[in-house]
């Protein structure tokens, strides 16, 4: 199970809430990438536009197609606008040791305190984005 960082840290959520916001995060460049491959995709055929009836539910392929690109939409901005509260030199090494499992870049003024510390903040921001707060 992930562990956040819990001393001295304001930005502490559920567990179930910090490790589904952290999978959606790591999920980052699957998402974008599948994104692209919907849009990119071929418009449906006659057939598949058609309304069909299934267990007495309309299913339309178009909608189904913009609710899909909607909610992967509201993920990746909310990954995108949550990067925007990190300072610029901690930004590339949190992101990377979400989505990458990269080491943080370590040096005499960033320790792993001050990285776990952004770390927190940055879950914690996608997950308010993301209305789990």
Known sequence: MLKQLVTDNPYILDD???????????????????????LDSSPPTIKETQIT????????????????????????????QAQLVIPVPFRKGVFDNIVFGTVYPM?????RSDWDK?????????????HFV
């Open 16 to 38: 179930e809430i910090y490790t589904s916001v952290y999978f959606i995060i790591k999920s980052y460049t699957v998402l974008k990438e599948k994104y692209q491959n919907i």
């Open 53 to 80: 009836t299934y267990n007495k539910d309309q299913v339309n392929p178009t909608e189904q197609k913009a609710i899909k690109l909607s909610r992967m939409s509201d993920n990746i901005n909310a990954i995108e």
């Open 107 to 111: 040096n005499e003024w960033r320790r």
């Open 118 to 130: 952004w770390k927190a903040l940055y879950v914690y921001t996608v997950a308010d984005i993301l």
